[in-house]
């Protein structure tokens, strides 16, 4: 009869230790429990000219006495080795090689480390910088700032409320109080109605030709205080309008404004005719809003 030859079947890497038995198509495996192996035949009369009838060998079983025979060894499974962080190359003082004599390579600083070889960079957390603090008279955030301050008078003379009727004087030391708290040596005031003249207050050495009026009220050694923000905010009130001023007026504005230079005037009958002889001033501009009510940040951080 024919034999068919066994069948290799290489052991699994991933169950280990695996491994099959030989066994034929239609032969069942030798090590099914229950079945015993296979005998000579009861024939034994043998012919000389005949083929010896071959005996299947006895497959040797095991028992607790015996060590388990080690398995035939199996393909080793394929991994891939991590990326090692290659070194920094340390350049030293020493003569170069030609590319004459020697193969040609790559210079150092082409090889980059593999990604994720050198650890992200940690910024460090930045210092908190607290928002600026307007003075108590200057804060227009307040409901009534306790302030009362004329911008159409043309003396200077900024006051507190102290009662519902009493007012009082600054005084130098209130005057010299710093505007904002943190203190700054940089401010910008924007005044709505005359959006035409900001009035900036900066280091003196950091003035320029600028187009818009500038008042330093500070020295290079010293912050913004609340006598510099008011006294700026009255000099750039009182300042003459000039005749192009005038021209880009429409004609409703030309009334309101005429009209608020006449109540100004009438005021004070005592320098009525010396007032009336300055001419139009850009406190005139705001019409019925001459009192000072009080600043507002803007919506730039800056």
Known sequence: PYL???IYYP????????YYQQHAPFVPPVNLQGLQPLTPPTR???????????VRPRVVSWHAGMTLPSPPPGPVPFYYPSPQPQPIPLYTHGRRHSFGNSPVMSPPWMASPPWGGWPGYVYPPQPYVPQPILHPLLNGESQSPPIFFDMSIAKFCPMKLTGRTTKALLTNEELAQPATWPATTHMRIV????????IELKDRREEGNAMFLQVPGTDSSRPITLGDVLHAIHVAMQTQITHMDWARLSKSDEIDVARAYTRRCRAFP?????????????????????????LKRSGDDN
């Open 270 to 294: 005592s320098v009525e005719e010396f007032e009336t002889r300055q001419g139009v001033r850009r406190v005139d501009y705001l019409k019925k809003h001459y009192m000072f009510k009080g």
């Open 44 to 54: 034994t009369v043998h012919f000389e000219d005949e083929d010896p009838t071959p």
């Open 11 to 18: 052991s699994n890497p991933y169950l280990d230790p695996y």
């Open 4 to 6: 068919y030859p066994p």
């Open 191 to 198: 005044c709505d109605a005359v959006k035409q003249w900001p």
